[in-house]
């Protein structure tokens, strides 16, 4: 699979005017979002990890196969940045949702936490714009019966708040389980 770095935005202004279809990567800080990628992509350091909530602070664009992008997007519910820096990161998310060639936006979110009224906004406004794929991160903590309740109940209460989802996945980039199938989906979806 042919991976690269293609740029990095931090202000609306500085998105990439590309053609490519495009999947973003959204979540909360520390949820597994460059990691996640780096699995789909068979790459171990295509996208930046930490173990430091907060670190990707702009909208990282890769290329695969020439043919489309993954954008890392910067979490949300933490960061190091000054508030003031907050309405830079509004008006960059906003400006990157409101984009045509949004194949899909994957909604990543670990498995383990509840959802709070901030997710259920966020998950809701995304699946007014593009169909979303919920994917529930950090499995391997989570045994078979926790991770099967944890499935139906994220459906049910996304959608009983409103939001439509396109498909839910469980994966673990520790054990690679549902990395493979999550791969296979995104690549049907972009032919």
């Not at 996208?47 to 993954?70: C, E, I, K, L, Y």
Request: some cysteine; hydrophobic content about 40%.
């Amino acid at each position: 699979m042919k991976t690269e770095y293609l740029t990095s935005a931090a202000k609306a202004e500085q998105l990439p005017k590309t053609i490519l279809g495009e999947f973003s990567f959204i979540g909360r800080s520390n949820v597994g979002k460059s990691s996640l990628i780096n699995s789909i992509l068979l790459h171990g350091g295509l996208a930046r990890t930490s173990r430091t909530p907060g670190r990707t602070q702009m909208a990282n664009f890769f290329v695969v196969n020439d043919q489309w992008h993954f954008v890392d997007l910067p979490g949300y519910g933490f960061s190091k940045t000054a508030n003031a820096d907050h309405r830079d990161w509004q008006n960059l998310m906003n400006a990157y949702f409101d984009r045509p060639q949004i194949i899909r936006n994957l909604f990543l979110w670990d498995g383990r936490r509840e959802l709070e009224d901030v997710d259920y906004q966020l998950l809701g406004h995304l699946s007014e714009r593009k169909p979303v794929i919920f994917v529930m991160t950090k499995c391997d903590k989570l045994n078979r019966s926790e991770l099967e309740k944890a499935k139906t109940f994220f459906a049910n209460a996304v959608q009983s708040k409103g939001a439509k989802l396109d498909r839910i996945f469980a994966v673990s980039t520790i054990k690679k389980t549902g990395i493979d199938e999550l791969r296979d989906y995104l690549f049907t979806l972009s032919l």
